[in-house]
């Protein structure tokens, strides 16, 4: 038999032939982007340096080595099915392909709060839509359209663009000049400035104006040739665009019930605005307007996207409250968004700013554009709107800048032009493409949501009050209060409505954003990152790697989190490290194995970057694991033996007091806690966690008497029966526990190993908080606050270049410790000559304060 055969014969029985992930009964939908479809195989840059090899050849044949060294043992064990099937590493290590329990009960993401919106919980949504599988986007064939012939197959794309549904919208300028808002303007009836007593002719005159800089009625012609041109362009760019058809149909439903669908969604990447409208309109639900940053684009290429469904912020909208101009150009506005919602079209929104743009997450631009639709739902002016959390993931996103504190210039037309060609040109005989996941959450009312929100507002306190006392030892305990930490500045927009409508939309933009990120899909570049980041820093072998990668795969899809990808597990992990080719190094190891190696230098942050993709699906127990170690690194240390650490009892109030201490510390924009949990049920939420991944086990507390002993004897007067009728107290008000709960780390082998992976998701922002109040005995203050980051993000790199831990050394990072510490009462804000203007406060001037906020911090830092 010829080795190629022999090959093809073993590939056969492999059971990786299946979709990782992937139900069995959509095998035939998904586009599976990995395994055969992989063909020829990634290449990876050749390494430099002396004992590095080129990795494309060398990973290759090292796969290959491995499956013809094991095709004797698949041999032997092929007659005990599929499920025992086992495929060899050649080094006497057996691993266990992915096995069906992934795809038969994988996770369906995206439901929505039953505690805010229970009836739309139970609406749009039914088990039959969990087994509808993929599809992908960007593969058009002759199926696609009504035609059939060979001519067709070649010609498929540019006739399935021919056949895309786009409404007319001819008369919405006359619309929006016959709202009421636009109408009680036109007689000069604006108060005060340049605006006041001019003619109605003027004032319409201005009116068309700022309604030209909104938006263009959309041009078919010109929709039908970019989605053409851009459906060419996709499949350059990108190996498959992913979509569950369950979570569309979900969406179709939502459509057909009459209210205006408003889709809210993250924003990773520029092409999010190109890339959104063109799948939705591949999926017959009309154009879909595209609310951009007018500071993001060139007047260019701002006049194209007009025409193809985009809108824009007028520059006279951020004027002040008492401006003419600005109050003409928030009326036209608020009539623009009124007509648009009154027409049924649907509208695009980004929570997040743009990427690479310095800042806190929630993008106050989308604020402003969601403030205008709870406006118009609170007016009356459409009874209800329809809210679809969306994500968009990539392997790699395409334009993600390395260097990313500096405000880059807006784009241009030609810019992007040229930009495309490059990326063309690199992509141009590259098999290496990256693969995209479009994840649609369940639709819920907007008008329901704004009716049971309201009741789950509590008291908020500020974070210098929260945890200062705490911090410089004045107090121990906790204010049951939630913490109000709000980095987004109020826009124009939303300063027009009371301060009850502002906080409202605040909290919604969060609770979507926290559903948007739950829903979105796990790639495995974050998978590879996460593994090589904090389980393998100084490396692993292939084999090994293999295990390392379908554990975390079982991991993550265990949580309730779905990933991005299938395929065959080999070609899943060649595949990710030939995207990754840049920052790993290959080396060859006796035996005949690889070495995986992270490759050292300020590239970590960039595998940094993809590993807090994965962090949203361990967030809890990470949080939890970084508390466990703050309580038991007090008692023993953190060198001693696990078995010394596991005999530490931990009681649930001490737990409770040290997770409830981290989550006020940790910023807002990280945690995306949904605003109608409160810190005490997270902190449950945590606990339970903890316990069901086995790192905690129930343990009775020291007494005299057993937990057990119910005898009468032991029961408070309080506690025992009383009349029928007597209701003066409840008994559970007076049911307390002597000691309370208690816990003891696991003895289990993988726990100790399993702590320190949670630990470290978190090490990189709370080593950037501990060298943040290390970098205070030398700040150089007062300055303004870009001044002291920079300095702050100076001293981070040469500490970092030190350590050798360059994950931390992150202007996002530098910029959330700066506004933290703000918060927390460290550093104040003062005005100044050249502006506001940081210094330190009082409280933190001493050197003995400053040790304490140090220590405070690096008690959950997992060394």
Sequence with gaps: MSLSLLRAWVLSICPGDGAMGHPKSSQVMVQTPYGSTLSPFPRLGSCGGEGEVPGSQILETHLNTMLDSGSQTQQRSSHSGPEASLWSSGFSVKLEAVTPFLGKYRPFVGRCCQTCTPK???????????????????????????????????????????????????????????????????????????????????????????????????????????????????????????????????????????????????????????????????????????????????????????NLGGLFLPAEANLSLDSSEGVLARAVICAAVEQLLGSGQPLLIFLEDAPGAPGPRLSALGQAWLGLVVQAVQAGI??????????????????????????????GLWTGALAVLQRLRRCWGCSHKVCVRVNLAQPFSLQEYITNARSCWSDRQTLEHLLQPIVLGQCTTVPDTEKEQEWTPVPRLLLALREEDRLLVRRLSRHVLNASVVSSAVMSTAIMATLLLCKHRKGVVLSRLLGEFSWLTEETLLRGFDVGFSGQLRSLVQHTLSLLRAHVVLLRVQQG????????????????????????????????????????????????????????????????????????????????????????????????RLIQCGLLVAEEAPSSRPACDTGRQRLSAKLLWKLSGDFSDSDSDHFEEAQGRCFRLSEQSRCPDFLIFLCRLLRPLLKAFTQAAAFLRQARLPDTESGYVEQLLEFLQASAQEEGLFEYADPSLAISAVWTFRDLGVLQQTSGLAGPQLMLSPAFASQESQDRLEQFIRQFVCS
């Design 382 to 411: 459409v009874p209800d709107v329809t809210l679809v959390p969306v994500a968009v993931t990539y392997d790699l996103v395409p334009d993600a800048p390395y260097n990313m504190h500096h405000a880059s210039a807006p784009l």
């Design 593 to 688: 194995d690889l070495l995986v190696v992270p490759r050292p230098g300020p590239g970590l942050v960039h595998l940094a970057h993809l590993s807090a993709e994965l962090l949203p699906a361990f967030l809890s127990e990470a949080v939890g694991a970084c508390a466990v170690q703050a309580l038991v690194a007090g008692r023993v240390p953190c060198e001693g033996p696990w078995e010394l650490q596991g005999v530490e009892l931990l009681s649930q109030r001490e737990l409770y007091h040290q997770v409830l201490l981290l989550l006020h510390l940790l910023p807002r924009d990280l945690l995306l806690l949904q605003p109608c949990q409160s810190s005490y049920c997270y902190c449950q939420e945590v606990l339970d």
């Design 120 to 306: 739309s919980w139970e609406s749009f949504f039914h088990r039959s839509l969990m087994d509808l599988g993929f599809c992908n986007v960007i593969l058009v064939k002759e199926e696609n359209t009504r035609f059939r012939g060979w001519l067709v197959r070649r010609l498929c794309c540019f006739l399935w663009s021919l056949e895309q549904r786009i409404p007319p919208c001819r008369d919405a300028p006359q619309k929006i000049m016959e709202s009421t808002g636009v109408q009680s303007l036109l007689p000069g009836r604006v108060l005060g400035g340049a605006g006041e007593g001019q003619p109605p002719a003027l004032v319409q005159r201005e009116v068309r104006r700022i309604l030209g800089h909104i938006q263009a009625p959309p041009r078919p012609f010109l929709l039908r040739l970019f989605s053409w041109v851009l459906l060419r362009l996709l499949n350059c760019l990108f190996l498959n665009v992913q979509l569950h058809r369950g979570q569309m149909k979900m969406v179709h439903k939502a459509a057909e019930a009459g209210s205006p669908l408003v889709l809210l969604s993250t924003h990773k990447s520029l092409l999010d605005g190109i890339l959104l409208p063109f799948v939705l309109l591949s999926q017959g639900l009309g154009v879909l307007r595209v609310a951009w940053d007018p500071c993001a684009c060139s007047p260019a290429l701002r006049a194209l996207l007009r």
